[in-house]
């Protein structure tokens, strides 16, 4: 029976290992190692032009005045090369949207204030890739935008071009995010602890610096790597504020327009130097701060005994400070609420809003490769979540619940965790160049560009839930399997009717999590997804990268269609996600030997 047990607890290891190893390190490893010099990769793209520029050039600002006695101030940031972009816009961004973040959190936290301004940051937590930053540069258009609209009657506009661009959407949509983030750690932070502060007199000053502050660090922490991560990682807001060269130098954007070389077969080695780069930034970040990551992730699963309930009513500096976060919130708000009504609309051209209407979603549905689009991101997406889930489970009971040397638990945790730090232009690198020799078979990425999108979808998103459901099972009492085990039941019947049965909340919470980061992975999807276009119904390109092409070589008319299209995919997503939850919900009653 022991020497049964061994071998089941040996097949829950290897299962996770090997998949990580075949999809993630072993391409990673060939395309950095095998098929280039990466010390020379490095130097090449180190010692190009413009890489790193100094001093940086352009001007920050520009004032142009008009006849009519009005100013046009021109936001446009310095360009100091792809390098420097990315890491001052990432650690701008990361800072200032945890500090506004926190700064909210802690006041909705310790304060008895109305849940509507507790849910209002929640909206801009619906990820509409594209459509989101162009609602940005919509908002500070400097004749029609929303922004100016206000500004007009002092005579006075602001429009964000090039790098100031791509900073001003990142902070704007990811505010919510370290918002969600900080607030639901908080909430996790016993109320006794407070309590006992409160008796022996502590002020709401002292409580925030000597209480609050300092156990919401690993939160606080977590928000700037995570957001610091994504920024890095994302070249949407490039892309659309592409029309000044300063947003095109950012590392992302330019791995993602060297790709295109490696399709016609010539592998650059500036380019792998660029997603070397990108990817020695991302693990130092993800190596520095996953104690802090785990333990948000934890307390996701634990959460506290007795939640601190609000009691205090804000005093007067309290509602000053919290009417100029709340003009923030809401100004962080508005790229998701636009971006909705975008999608009921008839059109958005020259007016500060979309004009309400259904065109949107007829352009939307009357284009059969639109459609297809969508049935092809469910079907990869609904794949990716079951594999997902299968490695989830097998990893999160062995890093939680198995008695295993340290070095092998360490090894399958950090390789389990780490995607969510790699960049998804990383991934499509490593899988083009890794697999492309499979082309005699017919199975490279080119030829069967939907398998390698479904694969990296699993491994660029398995962190999410895999996280969720190690910190769920960790806080469930050995006790319960423990007696499973001595009245005979194997590792294979504890886990899947006693154990997934306690947890299936936090699995479809995580499923649902991780479902909408697949439907609006861009980076993977506008490479690897692209890579056979999107001609005729038969086509496998999934959403986001027809949502790509609609907001840059379509133009600005199916933008609204774009946003109904994410919105609907969304939808069903979720609908097949409760469906599969019911299921889920009889797995008790299934018969596992």
Same mark, same amino acid.
């Given at each position: 029976?022991?020497?049964?047990?061994?071998?089941?607890?040996?097949?829950?290891?290897l299962?996770?290992?090997?998949?990580?190893?075949?999809?993630?390190?072993?391409?990673?490893?060939?395309?950095?190692?095998?098929?280039?010099?990466?010390? %020379?990769?490095?130097?090449?793209?180190?010692?190009?032009?413009?890489?790193?520029?100094?001093?940086?050039?352009?001007?920050?600002?520009?004032?142009?005045?008009?006849?009519?006695?009005?100013?046009?101030?021109?936001?446009?940031?310095?360009?100091?090369?792809?390098l420097?972009?990315?890491?001052?816009?990432?650690?701008?961004?990361?800072?200032?949207?945890?500090?506004?973040?926190? $700064?909210?959190?802690?006041?909705?936290?310790?304060? &008895?204030?109305?849940?509507?301004?507790?849910?209002?940051?929640?909206?801009?937590?619906?990820?509409?890739?594209?459509? %989101?930053?162009?609602?940005?540069?919509?908002?500070?258009?400097?004749?029609?935008?929303?922004i100016?609209?206000?500004?007009?009657?002092?005579?006075?506009?602001?429009?964000?071009?090039?790098?100031?661009?791509?900073?001003?959407?990142?902070?704007?949509?990811?505010?919510?995010? @370290?918002?969600?983030?900080?607030?639901?750690?908080?909430?996790?932070?016993?109320?006794?602890?407070?309590?006992?502060?409160?008796?022996?007199?502590?002020?709401?000053?002292?409580?925030?610096?000597?209480?609050?502050?300092?156990?919401?660090?690993?939160?606080?922490?977590?928000?700037?790597?995570?957001?610091?991560?994504?920024?890095?990682?994302?070249?949407? $807001?490039?892309?659309?504020? %592409?029309?000044?060269?300063?947003?095109?130098?950012?590392?992302?954007?330019?791995?993602?327009?060297?790709?295109?070389?490696?399709?016609?077969?010539?592998?650059?080695?500036?380019?792998?130097?660029?997603?070397?780069?990108?990817?020695?930034?991302?693990?130092?970040?993800?190596?520095?701060? +996953?104690?802090?990551?785990?333990?948000?992730?934890?307390?996701?699963?634990?959460?506290?005994?007795? $939640?601190?309930?609000? &009691?205090w009513?804000? +005093?007067?500096?309290?509602?000053i400070?919290?009417?100029?976060?709340?003009?923030?919130?809401?100004?962080?708000?508005?790229?998701?609420?636009?971006?909705?009504l975008?999608?009921?609309?008839?059109?958005?051209?020259?007016?500060?809003?979309?004009?309400?209407?259904?065109?949107?979603?007829? +352009?939307?549905?009357?284009?059969?490769?639109r459609?297809?689009?969508?049935?092809?991101?469910?079907?990869?997406?609904?794949? @990716?979540?079951?594999?997902?889930?299968?490695?989830?489970?097998?990893?999160?009971?062995?890093?939680?619940?198995?008695?295993?040397?340290?070095?092998?638990?360490a090894?399958?945790d950090?390789s389990l965790?780490?995607?969510? @730090?790699?960049?998804?232009?990383?991934?499509?690198?490593?899988?083009?160049?890794?697999?492309?020799d499979?082309?005699?078979?017919?199975?490279?990425?080119?030829?069967?560009?939907?398998?390698?999108?479904?694969?990296?979808?699993?491994?660029?998103?398995?962190?999410?839930?895999?996280?969720i459901?190690?910190?769920?099972?960790?806080?469930?009492? +050995?006790d319960?399997?423990?007696?499973?085990?001595?009245?005979?039941?194997?590792?294979?019947?504890t886990?899947?009717?006693?154990?997934?049965?306690?947890?299936?909340?936090?699995?479809?919470?995580?499923?649902?999590?991780?479902?909408?980061?697949?439907?609006?992975?861009?980076?993977?999807?506008?490479?690897?997804?692209?890579?056979?276009?999107? %001609?005729g119904?038969?086509?496998?390109?999934?959403?986001?990268?027809?949502?790509?092409?609609?907001?840059?070589?379509?133009?600005?008319?199916?933008? $609204? @269609?774009?946003?109904?299209?994410?919105?609907?995919?969304?939808?069903?997503?979720?609908?097949?996600?409760?469906?599969?939850?019911?299921?889920?919900?009889?797995?008790?009653?299934?018969?596992?030997?």
């Amino acid at each position: 029976m022991i020497i049964k047990e061994k071998y089941h607890s040996i097949i829950f290891f290897l299962i996770p290992s090997i998949f990580v190893i075949l999809f993630l390190i072993y391409p990673l490893v060939k395309l950095f190692i095998e098929i280039t010099d990466p010390i %020379q990769s490095l130097m090449l793209a180190i010692t190009s032009s413009s890489f790193i520029k100094f001093p940086p050039e352009g001007p920050f600002i520009r004032v142009i005045s008009f006849t009519n006695d009005t100013s046009l101030i021109v936001i446009r940031g310095f360009d100091a090369g792809p390098l420097a972009n990315s890491l001052i816009v990432a650690s701008m961004v990361s800072l200032m949207a945890t500090l506004i973040g926190m $700064g909210y959190a802690i006041i909705m936290f310790l304060y &008895k204030i109305p849940s509507i301004f507790k849910l209002l940051p929640l909206l801009g937590i619906i990820p509409l890739p594209f459509v %989101q930053a162009y609602v940005v540069e919509r908002m500070f258009n400097p004749i029609f935008g929303l922004i100016n609209y206000f500004l007009s009657p002092i005579k006075l506009r602001i429009t964000v071009t090039g790098i100031a661009g791509v900073f001003l959407y990142q902070l704007l949509t990811y505010i919510p995010l @370290a918002y969600a983030i900080i607030y639901s750690y908080l909430k996790t932070i016993p109320s006794e602890f407070i309590e006992s502060a409160q008796d022996l007199g502590a002020q709401e000053l002292i409580l925030i610096k000597t209480i609050l502050i300092p156990m919401a660090k690993p939160a606080i922490i977590t928000s700037i790597a995570l957001l610091f991560t994504f920024s890095i990682d994302d070249v949407t $807001g490039s892309i659309i504020f %592409q029309s000044d060269p300063s947003a095109r130098n950012t590392l992302v954007y330019q791995a993602y327009t060297y790709f295109l070389e490696q399709v016609t077969g010539r592998i650059s080695p500036r380019a792998v130097g660029i997603v070397l780069i990108l990817l020695i930034i991302s693990v130092i970040v993800f190596v520095f701060t +996953r104690k802090y990551i785990a333990i948000v992730y934890s307390s996701l699963g634990t959460g506290a005994l007795r $939640g601190w309930v609000s &009691k205090w009513r804000p +005093r007067f500096f309290i509602y000053i400070i919290l009417f100029f976060i709340l003009l923030i919130i809401i100004l962080s708000s508005l790229p998701t609420t636009l971006s909705i009504l975008y999608a009921f609309s008839n059109e958005w051209i020259a007016t500060p809003l979309p004009s309400l209407g259904i065109s949107s979603i007829y +352009r939307a549905l009357s284009i059969p490769w639109r459609i297809k689009s969508i049935f092809n991101t469910i079907m990869y997406t609904s794949v @990716a979540l079951v594999i997902i889930l299968i490695i989830s489970i097998f990893g999160a009971y062995t890093t939680s619940r198995l008695k295993l040397l340290s070095i092998p638990k360490a090894f399958l945790d950090l390789s389990l965790s780490i995607p969510i @730090a790699i960049p998804g232009i990383v991934i499509a690198y490593s899988y083009f160049t890794s697999f492309k020799d499979l082309s005699i078979f017919g199975m490279d990425p080119v030829s069967k560009p939907w398998m390698y999108l479904i694969i990296a979808y699993a491994i660029r998103k398995l962190p999410y839930l895999y996280k969720i459901l190690q910190a769920a099972m960790t806080s469930i009492p +050995r006790d319960v399997e423990e007696a499973a085990f001595s009245l005979g039941a194997n590792i294979f019947k504890t886990t899947f009717t006693i154990l997934l049965p306690q947890l299936m909340r936090s699995i479809l919470i995580g499923l649902w999590i991780t479902s909408l980061t697949i439907i609006t992975e861009v980076s993977t999807s506008i490479t690897i997804g692209g890579l056979r276009g999107i %001609q005729g119904f038969e086509h496998p390109a999934p959403l986001m990268y027809v949502v790509y092409l609609d907001m840059t070589y379509t133009g600005i008319k199916y933008g $609204g @269609a774009s946003s109904f299209l994410m919105l609907l995919t969304m939808g069903l997503e979720t609908l097949i996600i409760l469906l599969a939850g019911k299921l889920l919900m009889n797995i008790k009653k299934w018969r596992i030997p």
